[in-house]
């Protein structure tokens, strides 16, 4: 049997049977998606993809990125800002990812196991990484992202020995069990404290009025959500990329009924906004954004990811995925750490064994207490 690698730049090029094999799993992987991705992609970012065939029958697909760091502030607020970011410039101002950057969890790759063995599919993996650096363009580093620490293992005993591996922030994850049916059966699981902080929280929206918006509001109302969501993604202390001001519309023009998009207003303005992919039986959190000014008072963030677990438990969803950051108040709305590991090398040998040794500044991570809010 013969396996292959097709490189693909544009995502209207992707096989015919991409979505019953590569994206059967994951919305994320999907054509609509990649192609939504592709037309609304941070400045420094550009989407590749990779088939994977055994013989002529496909087997497997993969998102690639290239982020080029040359023009973007990675560190945002850090007070040796100037001095990080002239060292990611020199040491590494450029990555390849197998995966999507965009979103937490493994949401890179997929492969059909009954016709390829695990080993096999990671040597195509690598293949696909070779072929834009031999045939596109080369980059400082190459990361796959994401994975639990079973297939991390498996995929850097697999690769060539000069790939590290590395802990990243945890993904927090909320189970939703079968029994609650409803918003009040959640909360009824909580100890007493958690309970009356949320309804405290809630209590303090006043008359937000919730509303989940069309194609055409979210067309009409795309400068103030951009600006909104940067209201967040500048305040972070370690930015990668900054998605543009089109982005939400273009997801939501692809996806439809999978990509939501909600806002709390008040006198007809908007405070906040929050988004969900409806990914099967899964809700994956994606960007959201808030009024600072406000944040506080009327506790919007917190509002806010109290709202998505209400909308998976009406949704009748299995877990809702909150991703990677504030993981702190997540765990005071029940969501769990699931571990996370990164699998990356430098191009320059020296500098990679420098890597080897500096690995945890990949991913800046913070001390924070997992709390217990269910009985």
Known sequence: MNFRTELILNANELPSKWNSIV???????????????????????????AAFYKDEILIGGALLQYLDFKKHEIFRKSSFLNLNNLTVKFFANSVLIVGNNLVTGQNGFYFDLNLISKIEAIKLLEESTNLIQQKIKKS?????????????????????????SFSVQPNMILELKQNWKTFDDYLENFTTKY?????????????IEKK???????????????????????????NTFIIPENHFFTVKKHLKDNFKVFAYFENGEILSFYTLFINHEDVDTYF??????????????????????????????????????????????????????????????????????SISNLNPSKPWIARQPFK
Not at 140 to 164: A, G, R, V, W
Not at 195 to 207: D, E, F, N, P, V
Not at 224 to 236: H, Q, R
């Open 212 to 238: 989940e918006l069309t194609l055409a509001e979210i067309k009409e109302n795309q400068k103030i959500l951009y600006l909104l969501y940067l209201n967040v993604a500048n305040d972070a202390d370690f």
């Open 140 to 164: 400082s580093l190459i990361l796959l992202k994401d994975y639990e620490k079973e297939l991390s293992e498996t995929i850097k005993s697999n690769l060539m020995k000069d790939f590290n």
């Open 288 to 357: 959201l954004g808030y009024d600072k000014i406000y944040q506080k008072s009327k506790q919007l963030y917190l509002n806010m990811l109290l709202d998505m677990v209400n909308f998976g438990i009406l949704n009748q969803k299995k877990n809702i995925i909150f991703g990677r950051t504030a993981l702190e108040i997540k765990s005071t709305i029940g969501a769990k750490p699931q571990q996370i590991f990164g699998i990356v090398k430098h191009q320059n040998s020296f500098l990679n064994l420098i890597l080897a040794k």
């Open 195 to 207: 309970r009356t902080r949320a309804k405290s929280a809630i209590k303090k929206l006043g008359k």
């Open 23 to 49: 994206a059967k799993n994951s919305i994320l992987l999907s054509t609509k998606f990649l192609k939504a991705l592709q037309e609304s992609q941070p400045k420094n970012m550009q989407n590749y993809f």
